[in-house]
């Protein structure tokens, strides 16, 4: 059994940063991708960032040089550094994991951004 814990979420001022965290744990062999993605009210789940094995990242464009996508293989663990945040990147977020083959979600956790 697998689970992934997501922690770091909050309420911030724009401008701001957050540093959310995934963990993965259980029965682990090997793990392939590691994203993000968010999704607004009203507004379809979207793909943030994404770290495929090995050291390239990819993003969306209306975070690229704002947010930082990073993996610790050896906590099955995956981040995202989020700088200059903006309103606009108000939404509950989820971490995604590919495990065994095999993608797991994070339970979502809120980031508002808001004055």
């Known amino acids: 059994q697998v689970q992934l814990v997501e922690s770091g979420g909050g309420l911030v001022q724009p401008g701001g940063s957050l540093r959310l965290s995934c963990a993965a744990s259980?029965?682990?062999?090997?793990?392939?991708?590691m994203g993000w993605y968010r999704q607004s009210p009203g507004k379809q789940r979207e793909w943030v960032a994404s770290?495929?094995?090995?050291?390239?990242?990819n993003y969306v464009d209306s975070v690229k040089g704002r947010f930082t996508i990073s993996r610790d293989n050896a906590k099955n663990t995956v981040y995202l550094q989020m700088n200059s945040l903006k309103p606009e990147d108000t939404a509950v977020y989820y971490c995604?994991?590919?495990?065994?083959?095999?993608?797991?979600w994070g339970q979502g956790i809120q980031v508002t951004v808001s004055s």
């Open positions: 259980g029965s682990i062999f090997s793990i392939y991708n």
């Open positions: 770290m495929p094995s090995g050291s390239s990242t």
């Open positions: 995604k994991i590919v495990i065994d083959g095999r993608a797991y």
